[in-house]
């Protein structure tokens, strides 16, 4: 069969992985100059791969697959390497957090981690990359952006600026940033789409490492949830021990994210804290939502920058004007000190207030006055899209709908290949 693979990211390579040296010709298209400076994604930024059953899409896959997609990845370090990555566990029940973090309402979500970190990322890519360019039925081309893909008699033809051809089959893993390819096929096929409308829109939150050192030493990423008296659903996310905050480019707005180097960078520790707003009708544009959020906050922050707040002028809903003890790992020329009650709707801002209360609770350090809250973070959904429709055109990874993390990504491209003849 004749593939084309329309984005090379977490999902293709668990997909073409399994193809490697089958009788199946496979295209990869890439917009991409190369195999690294692909756009922002977790295989280019921060790596850490997580085995759970209760985080990372909403797709069934079997742990011991989980596990088997973090050996891929991790097999491709060298031993000393493979050694030194951090892994444990977020919340063994055995441990004294687990009752703490349970006994004030919080839901601490069960994982298994491996932080691989963004330096070391770029040597697995490219062990990845060189041992498909090699199988004679995989063949990548970069710098080409899939403008559409158009199913017609039985074949898929896969189109971009200047090249056109006919595939038997795409196979569509542009991640969350191939919004605008996925529009343009869904809005000539509505159908395609299950079912979607939520959104997850809140702060990066910084604090010194000292004040969640045990924590961190525990179990490095720690991931609870709660359900905030507005009714939120309000989580941790991307916990980043001596790491650094960053900011997310987007074509027409800037959010904040964080990521860790495998080895540390910075005396704060920062995550982001999240509340998950999903609507009914007549509204169906959570990604308009969540990207006017982030614009407002571009707004006032004079351009392509966000805002960066202490805790205590937070809850005071007081601009800040002047910082406390806990110094910025945000570039200043990124950030401004404002007030991010101006920019989160009050649901949003009252459910992210009680979830810091509540977590100084539990770590007395995570509720200090000079913690600092930068706004906004947002992570975009996509669509659940319908894989059953059509034989010659599916679906993997982030734009799917179903997967939001690189191990869920590389599973689900696995799993599709898996249903192939002489896979
Ligand atoms: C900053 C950041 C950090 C993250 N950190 C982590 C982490 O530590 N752990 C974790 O589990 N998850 C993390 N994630 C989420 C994770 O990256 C994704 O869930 C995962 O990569 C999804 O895989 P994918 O193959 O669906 O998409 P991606 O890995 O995003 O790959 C999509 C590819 O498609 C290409 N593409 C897009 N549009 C087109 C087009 N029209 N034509 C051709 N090519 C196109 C893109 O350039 C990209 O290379 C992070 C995400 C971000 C943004």
Redesign the pocket.
Known sequence: MKIAV?????????FISELVGTSHEIHI????KDVYS?????????????ISNDM??DIEIPLSLQKEVVDYYTSKLERDERNNIKRGLSFSEESPFFDRFYSEGFEPVKSEFF??GTDKLPVILKKIYDEFSKASNIHFHFS????DVIIQNGKAKVK?ENFEDIFDMAVI?????????IKKIVERDPPLVLSGNVVDVGVRYEVPNHVVKELNEEMYEFKVRMRAKTGYMVRTF?NNPSGKV?L?EYDDFVTV?G?STSVASSENTNFAILCSTSFTEPFNDPIGYGSYIAKLGNILAGGRKVLVQTYEDFVNCKRTKKLGRVKPTLNENSCVLGDVNLVLPRRIALSISEFVRKLGNVVEGLSYPDNLLYAVEVKFYSNKLNNEKYENLKF?????GY????????A??KMLARNFGDA
């Open positions: 329309v984005g090379f990211g977490a999902a293709a390579i668990g298209f890439e917009r991409s692909a756009s922002i994604s977790g295989v280019r930024s921060d790596g850490k791969l997580f990372g899409g932080h691989i080409t952006r899939v403008d971009s893993s542009v991640g969350r940033s191939g919004h605008v390819l991307c960053v997310e994210n990521h993997i990874g982030d734009c799917s997967t939001r993390s690189i191990t869920y990504a590389t689900h491209g």
